[in-house]
Nanobody, 121 residues
Framework: QVQIVESGGGLVQPGGSVRLSCAASGIIFSVFTMEWYRQAPGKQRALVALITHRRTTNYADPVKGRFTISRDNAKNTVYLQMNSLKPEDTAVYYC???????????????WGQGTQVTVSS
């Protein structure tokens, strides 16, 4: 049984930092691309950052230079370090484990339940 579990969300002041964690089980973690998405109220879910099985990373423009994604394959965990937080970063953050086909299509796709991050004074 596959489980994707996010943790680390909460209330943080503008300019502050928080680290999200996503623990995966039931998959061969090392071959999956791990992605963080977020969904703010009234908005569509959007990709924030990803890290491939080769540790290539990519970030959405709004978070470049502020967020860092990393992975620990020994712990089957991916992290999202979020610094210099802004009120517009307020959202539910979701972890997504994806294994892609060579064609780029998604072969396996597993989602966590999300963790709320609220940036407010």
């Amino acid at each position: 049984q596959v489980q994707i579990v996010e943790s680390g969300g909460g209330l943080v002041q503008p300019g502050g930092s928080v680290r999200l964690s996503c623990a995966a089980s039931g998959i061969i973690f090392s071959v999956f691309t791990m992605e963080w998405y977020r969904q703010a109220p009234g908005k569509q879910r959007a990709l924030v950052a990803l890290i491939t099985h080769r540790r290539t990373t990519n970030y959405a423009d709004p978070v470049k230079g502020r967020f860092t994604i990393s992975r620990d394959n020994a712990k089957n965990t991916v992290y999202l370090q979020m610094n210099s937080l802004k009120p517009e970063d307020t959202a539910v953050y979701y972890c997504n484990a994806v294994q892609y086909r060579d064609s780029g299509a998604r072969l396996y796709d597993y989602w966590g339940q999300g963790t709320q991050v609220t940036v407010s004074s």
